[in-house]
């Protein structure tokens, strides 16, 4: 596993998820990192875990399927991904996965929020792709998290 952001913005993650209903990874951030999708570093509840894949899902043990709800889904039309996700979700999804499945819901205006976390300076392992900010995203906040900064963005003329 490689460490992309320092321990105060892990336990930032970690407090994003509890605010949500699920959590969202793409196949190849379980091929890559196995993660837990839980919560352990913050209080609150843990989101339920959905993974997309868009190929057939190994039957490996992988950690996130220890959830008893954990939800598959094994479609490469991301319209028919963004249909489960929508009646599954409640009200709301955080979208953790990598750069394709993140740049998916952006390209196709699927999204209320972005939070961008830099890492100053960048660990080893150098840079890794971070998905486009659309054109439509504005600042709103700037979190100063120890060595890491938190860049929040919602859409232009957002309304809560």
């Not at 352990?40 to 992988?62: D, E, L, N, Y």
């Not at 819901?105 to 486009?132: Q, T």
Request: aromatic share 8%; charged share 15%.
């Amino acid at each position: 596993r490689l460490m992309i952001s320092g321990q105060t913005a892990l336990v930032y993650g970690h407090m994003l998820r509890a605010q949500h209903e699920l959590i969202l990874v793409g196949g190849n951030t379980i091929l890559c990192d196995d993660p837990q999708l839980n919560v352990r570093f913050s209080s609150g509840p843990s989101p339920r875990p959905v993974v997309w894949w868009t190929r057939p899902a190994p039957k490996a043990p992988f950690r996130f399927r220890a959830h008893p709800d954990a939800l598959e889904i094994q479609h490469s039309d991301f319209e028919e991904v963004w249909s489960i996700l929508r009646q599954q979700a409640g009200n709301s999804v955080l979208v953790e996965g990598g750069p394709t499945t993140q740049q998916a819901f952006i390209d196709l205006n699927r999204w209320d929020e972005i939070h961008r976390i830099v890492h100053h300076p960048h660990l080893s392992g150098g840079d890794l792709p971070a998905p486009l900010l659309p054109s439509n995203a504005k600042l709103i906040k700037t979190i100063p998290l120890g060595n890491d900064t938190v860049f929040v963005y919602q859409p232009q003329n957002h309304q809560l």
